[in-house]
């Protein structure tokens, strides 16, 4: 489905299987955004020469040049889009040095397409598009500040703790941040209770720590005093 006009954003597929790539094409189009596919690293960087997307999906393993260059290449081409790593169980190590090259998000197969969702959302948030909602353009906004932090804060944590509390802090933050930033003060307040509590025990439980905690608390902060006054 290439090259549908849409509000949502314009995604790069890039994947050299060929189900995998129709999977997501199909997926992601029928949410709303346009989609294009590259089925090796030398394609994806010739689309993405040629029309420049707002987010790539990843593949880390491809034959020829593998996604780690390609990630490389994007950076030097335009470090201002994100990308987003799909991997491998096997390859989750890789796909952590990955982050450390510029990578937003990784995500593996098969796909938990709840957790794709988020980050993708999580990724067009920080661009100020917005995903499913768009939000406040500003970069110094706290709502879209709060989101960021979390899926910092997240991707820190160990895999028991993204699957326990972590996933459900990324959901809770991108639901404050779109209440927050359309004025939807008691839904916003909810959200930000949630994120708390789920922020509280991951402390507890030695998932979310250090500067990652502090960074978290304070963006909780910052975001509710834009509510006002507790009622």
């Not at 010739?46 to 029309?51: L, S």
């Not at 796909?111 to 970069?139: C, I, N, T, W």
């Not at 025990?201 to 909780?220: C, F, H, M, N, W």
């Not at 509710?224 to 507790?230: D, K, M, N, Q, S």
Request: proline share 4%.
């Amino acid at each position: 489905m290439q090259g549908r006009a849409t509000s949502l954003g314009r995604l790069l597929i890039v994947d050299d299987e060929a189900p995998v790539r129709d999977v997501l094409d199909e997926y992601f189009a029928g949410q709303g955004y346009a989609v294009d596919t590259a089925s090796d690293g030398a394609a994806a960087l010739a689309a993405a020469r040629r029309r420049r997307p707002d987010l790539v999906l990843l593949d880390v393993r491809m034959p020829g040049v593998d996604g780690l260059e390609v990630l490389r290449r994007l950076r030097e081409l335009d470090a201002s889009v994100p990308v987003i790593m799909v991997t491998a169980n096997e390859d989750v190590g890789l796909a952590r040095e990955t982050l450390r090259v510029g990578a937003f998000d990784y995500v593996a197969k098969p796909f938990d397409f709840a957790y794709l969702d988020r980050a993708v959302s999580a990724a067009m948030l920080q661009l100020g598009l917005g995903g499913h909602d768009k939000v406040a353009e500003d970069p110094d906004d706290p709502w879209r500040r709060l989101a960021r932090t979390v899926f910092r804060a997240v991707r820190s944590m160990r895999e028991a703790g993204r699957a326990s509390t972590g996933h459900r802090m990324e959901a809770a933050a991108l639901a404050a941040a779109r209440h927050g930033t359309t004025g939807e003060v008691a839904a916003a307040a909810g959200d930000l209770g949630e994120l708390r509590l789920l922020s509280g025990i991951a402390a507890e439980l030695g998932d979310l720590v250090g500067p990652e905690q502090a960074a978290v608390e304070t963006a909780l902060e910052d975001a509710r005093r834009t509510l006002g006054p507790p009622g």
